[in-house]
């Protein structure tokens, strides 16, 4: 029962940002707010489908490298984040993906689904801590910036695919991910005092919140043509009209 539970708490933890992530940054490209879905529903679901399996393979890799020294751990951390953010470009950038704006869209969920899956594995790895609470308020924020930070580096590199420049988009999404990593990684290594790692911890926070500001206000948006994105402007006016009348 107590296993169960575990599973639960950090499965929830998990999924729980990735899902609210995906609707509040989506749901601006959706039916009703807009006349038509501007992406295909079931490649969202599927990407993050994909991302979730992703994840657990990502976290068995992580798991399984026999690293015992700092240098060691640092290099299999870096290797993981390549191996990921290297799985996301060539995902997205196959053939119907490539030069297909809701690319950025199908790279977004992608990135929430390893996120889920790497946090829950994150979760389960830590059964008996004294201060149980004090860990759960410290795995969901970790797990609200780890996914904001990876749905912005599978927007960014989805983007890049649908403007046909995979590779300098890719290049920039893995800097945002290593750079990311080394705020957070007081916090990841359990290294210094605590008030290190938890300031490690909020900073990383700080810096996955201007990621995904990023991804919301610029990338998300920009990916769309034009005449769309008129239209996008256009739906919002009506709404912000509609609501002071």
Same mark, same amino acid.
């Given at each position: 029962? !107590?296993?169960?539970?575990?599973?639960? @708490?950090?499965?929830?933890?998990?999924?729980?940002?990735?899902?609210?992530?995906? %609707?509040?940054?989506?749901?601006? =490209?959706?039916?009703?707010? +807009?006349?038509?879905? *501007?992406?295909?529903?079931?490649? !969202?679901?599927?990407?993050?489908? @994909?991302?979730?399996?992703?994840?657990? $393979?990502?976290?068995?890799?992580?798991?399984?490298?026999?690293?015992?020294?700092?240098?060691?751990?640092?290099?299999?951390?870096? +290797? @993981?984040?390549?191996?990921?953010?290297?799985?996301?470009? +060539?995902?997205?950038?196959?053939?119907?993906?490539?030069?297909?704006?809701?690319?950025? =869209?199908?790279?977004?969920?992608?990135?929430?689904?390893?996120?889920?899956? +790497?946090?829950?594995?994150?979760?389960?790895?830590?059964?008996? &801590?004294?201060?149980?609470? *004090?860990?759960? /308020? *410290?795995?969901? @924020?970790?797990?609200?910036?780890?996914?904001?930070?990876?749905?912005?580096?599978?927007? *960014? $590199?989805?983007?890049?695919?649908?403007?046909?420049?995979? %590779?300098?988009?890719f290049f920039t999404a893995l800097f945002a991910r290593f750079f990311y990593t080394f705020v957070a990684l007081p916090f990841l290594l359990a290294i210094g005092d605590e008030w290190i790692q938890y300031l490690s911890l909020f900073a990383a926070l700080a810096v996955?919140?201007?990621?995904?500001?990023?991804?919301?206000?610029?990338?998300?948006?920009?990916?769309?043509?034009?005449?769309?994105?008129?239209? &996008?402007?256009?739906?919002?006016? /009506?709404?912000?009209?509609?609501?002071?009348?």
């Amino acid at each position: 029962m !107590v296993e169960q539970i575990h599973f639960l @708490v950090a499965g929830a933890i998990g999924i729980g940002p990735a899902l609210f992530l995906l %609707w509040h940054s989506l749901r601006r =490209f959706d039916y009703p707010r +807009v006349e038509k879905t *501007l992406f295909d529903d079931r490649k !969202v679901f599927f990407a993050l489908a @994909v991302g979730l399996v992703f994840g657990t $393979i990502s976290s068995l890799v992580s798991l399984y490298s026999q690293a015992h020294d700092l240098a060691a751990i640092i290099i299999v951390l870096l +290797v @993981v984040i390549l191996f990921e953010e290297s799985f996301k470009l +060539v995902y997205l950038n196959r053939k119907g993906y490539r030069m297909n704006f809701a690319s950025t =869209f199908y790279g977004f969920s992608l990135g929430v689904g390893v996120a889920a899956t +790497v946090m829950l594995a994150t979760g389960l790895r830590n059964p008996d &801590l004294p201060d149980i609470p *004090l860990f759960i /308020a *410290l795995l969901i @924020v970790f797990s609200i910036s780890m996914n904001a930070t990876e749905a912005m580096t599978g927007a *960014l $590199i989805g983007y890049g695919c649908s403007k046909g420049e995979p %590779w300098s988009h890719f290049f920039t999404a893995l800097f945002a991910r290593f750079f990311y990593t080394f705020v957070a990684l007081p916090f990841l290594l359990a290294i210094g005092d605590e008030w290190i790692q938890y300031l490690s911890l909020f900073a990383a926070l700080a810096v996955a919140i201007y990621l995904y500001h990023y991804s919301y206000y610029e990338i998300l948006p920009e990916t769309l043509p034009p005449e769309l994105r008129r239209l &996008l402007r256009k739906a919002r006016k /009506a709404r912000i009209r509609a609501r002071k009348g």
